[in-house]
């Protein structure tokens, strides 16, 4: 079975840049598996950030963009704020209908 | 707006079927673009992709689930629905009804509603 994977936890100075991955355990994630990028906060129903790799959701500061870097899709967050502080999920598509999240980041800003 | 909201019973006996349900308003269920999602979360983990519906009947399942799960949309209603049967203490998670538009991961959630499965 397939699996994605991400960092379990990243921490970021607030001002400052991270980037977060997703990959999958066997092959590269491409443009194809439409990756797409969640943002949680506890108790909170997931936000979309970014979809289809690189496009923003409505209403999404341009300070969080999305990229194939390598063979992972990955988020930048740059100038990192404190309520920049959640869980930071992903989703690929893995074909024929079928959706596969990641384990999920949790990132700290301190 | 699209606004979705589960609705069900929060709590649910070992081996029984859990029946959730999705309303839809402020968009259309048969609309040709638009596919519709039940994602879920146990308490702490991460979210599990369960299944998608469309209006059309066509049905896509998570493989580990799909012996057990049915998603099915009731037009006249504005809903679709999520039964998974045999439940175990396992299934216990906030469950969460999206919409998704057909090329694209952009979906857009409901609010969530917990389920446990307890006796």
């Given at each position: ?44 129903a997931p936000r979309t950030l970014i979809y289809n ?58 | ?119």
């Open positions: 079975q397939t699996v994605v994977t991400q960092e379990p936890s990243f921490s970021v100075s607030p001002g400052g840049t991270v980037t977060l991955t997703c990959g999958l355990s066997s092959g590269s994630v491409s443009n194809s598996n439409l990756p797409t990028w969640y943002q949680q906060t506890p108790g909170q790799t690189n496009t923003r959701s409505s209403g999404v500061p341009d300070r969080f963009s999305g990229s194939i870097l390598g063979n992972k899709a990955a988020l930048t967050i740059t100038g990192a704020q404190a309520d920049d502080e959640s869980d930071y999920y992903c989703v690929l598509y893995m074909g024929s209908g079928l959706w596969v999240f990641g384990g999920g980041t949790k990132l700290t800003v301190l | 707006q699209l606004q979705l909201q589960e609705s069900g019973p929060g709590l649910v006996k070992p081996s029984e079927t859990l029946s959730l349900t999705c309303t839809v308003s402020g968009g259309s269920i048969n609309s040709g673009t638009s596919y519709w999602d039940w994602i879920r979360q146990p308490p702490g983990k991460r979210l599990e992709w369960i299944g998608t519906t469309h209006y059309s009947g066509s049905t896509y399942y998570n493989p580990s689930l799909k012996s057990r799960v049915t998603i099915s949309v009731d037009m006249s209603k504005s809903q679709f629905s999520l039964k998974l049967s045999s439940v175990t203490a396992a299934d216990t998670a906030v469950y969460y009804c999206a919409r998704h538009i057909g090329g694209t991961g952009n979906f857009s959630w409901g609010q969530g509603t917990l389920a446990t499965v307890s006796s």
